[in-house]
């Protein structure tokens, strides 16, 4: 398994933007499908974006941040990043980066086999 550290959350106003990114340690992280989830108070975690580097770079959307948010990865740094722009009060929660084995980017969490500690980010109205 690949150990996973976020960071990078925080407090900002409608409108604005953050950039999260998640270490990878452990094993050379290009082999694996990276994702970034989010989980609010009395929400089931849900799926924001995935990325994979298998044959060519893929990336997937949750169609609730498609234009507004950017996945991407530094391999040399073994760490992935979500650019957030454009944020919305509805985008608080505790986000999550996970990681799977498999060569492909799915929704389900439950198909992730690790898992950061969450970074909280807070969008103000």
């Known amino acids: 398994q690949v150990q996973l550290e976020e960071a990078g959350g925080g407090l900002v106003q409608t409108g604005g933007s953050l950039r999260l990114s998640c270490a990878a340690s452990g094993r050379t992280f290009s082999s694996y499908t990276m994702a970034w989830f989010r989980q609010a108070p009395g929400q089931e975690r849900e799926f924001v974006a995935g990325i994979r580097w298998s044959g060519s770079v893929r990336t997937y959307y949750a169609d609730s941040v498609k234009g507004r948010f950017t996945i991407s990865g530094d391999n040399a740094k073994n760490t992935v990043y979500l650019q957030m722009n454009s944020l919305k009060p509805e985008d608080t929660a505790v986000y999550f980066c996970?990681?799977?084995?498999?060569?492909?980017?799915?929704?389900?969490?439950?198909?992730?086999?690790?898992w950061g500690q969450g970074t909280q980010v807070t969008v103000s109205s």
């Open positions: 996970a990681a799977r084995e498999m060569p492909l980017i799915v929704v389900p969490p439950d198909r992730y086999g690790s």
